[in-house]
């Protein structure tokens, strides 16, 4: 079980660095940390993260998005800690760069519970079920109002942060097979 309390000080906030090792490791580290989205109305968003991805896009067979989407590769193999943005059918997805400048890896948030704001979150996006809220990649993006002035900025920005989460033991992290994917599959965590 996930623990309730967490501070979504940006003094807390995971500086670009963190993100420089290897995106698996990465990745799993990040199950139980929190985004916090500052919108420009000066609401704070605050969400759990529970799923993520990690891609190696040198040695990954699944990371195709380098050679099929312009500018990918360069976005990609950026300054480590950076927002990226790529799209899937229209929908924004959340990356994050890992890997020293020059290797293209990244981390893809897959699915966040919300813990601070869901109304306001509710209303960037309105659903039915309670689940369907941000139980995927595009789904959060929209929650918590994530635009694409986003893209490229470090991390650790003052609208748009990571602050770590208490450690989940192994017990409380599955690793499974990478949704929808024939090759690469083994590198995906939930909580």
Request: with cysteine; glycine share 10%; aromatic share 4%.
């Given at each position: 079980?996930?623990?309730?309390?967490?501070?979504?000080?940006?003094a807390?906030?995971l500086?670009?660095?963190?993100?420089?090792?290897d995106?698996?490791?990465?990745a799993?580290?990040?199950?139980g940390?929190?985004?916090v989205?500052?919108?420009?109305?000066g609401?704070?968003?605050?969400?759990r993260?529970?799923?993520?991805?990690?891609?190696?896009?040198p040695r990954?067979?699944?990371?195709h998005?380098?050679?099929?989407?312009?500018?990918?590769?360069?976005?990609?193999?950026?300054?480590?800690?950076?927002?990226?943005?790529h799209?899937?059918?229209k929908q924004?997805?959340?990356?994050?760069?890992?890997?020293?400048?020059?290797?293209?890896?990244?981390?893809?948030?897959?699915?966040?519970?919300?813990?601070l704001g869901?109304?306001?979150?509710?209303?960037l996006?309105?659903?039915?079920?309670?689940?369907?809220?941000?139980?995927?990649?595009?789904k959060l993006?929209?929650?918590?109002?994530?635009?694409?002035?986003?893209?490229?900025?470090p991390i650790?920005?003052?609208?748009?942060y990571?602050v770590?989460?208490?450690?989940?033991?192994?017990?409380?992290?599955?690793?499974?097979?990478?949704?929808?994917?024939r090759?690469?599959?083994?590198?995906?965590?939930?909580s």
């Amino acid at each position: 079980m996930l623990y309730d309390v967490l501070d979504v000080n940006h003094a807390h906030a995971l500086k670009p660095d963190f993100f420089a090792g290897d995106p698996v490791e990465v990745a799993r580290s990040l199950i139980g940390a929190a985004l916090v989205r500052v919108l420009e109305d000066g609401a704070v968003l605050a969400a759990r993260i529970v799923e993520t991805e990690g891609y190696d896009c040198p040695r990954d067979p699944s990371c195709h998005v380098v050679a099929r989407l312009p500018g990918a590769a360069a976005a990609m193999g950026g300054e480590p800690g950076r927002v990226y943005f790529h799209h899937t059918y229209k929908q924004a997805l959340l990356n994050v760069t890992c890997r020293p400048m020059g290797i293209q890896a990244s981390i893809l948030i897959r699915a966040v519970q919300p813990l601070l704001g869901e109304e306001r979150m509710r209303e960037l996006r309105p659903v039915k079920r309670p689940t369907d809220l941000s139980n995927g990649p595009a789904k959060l993006v929209t929650a918590l109002g994530l635009t694409e002035e986003l893209k490229g900025q470090p991390i650790n920005g003052p609208a748009f942060y990571i602050v770590p989460g208490e450690a989940l033991a192994e017990s409380q992290v599955e690793t499974t097979s990478r949704v929808g994917l024939r090759r690469g599959q083994s590198c995906r965590g939930a909580s």
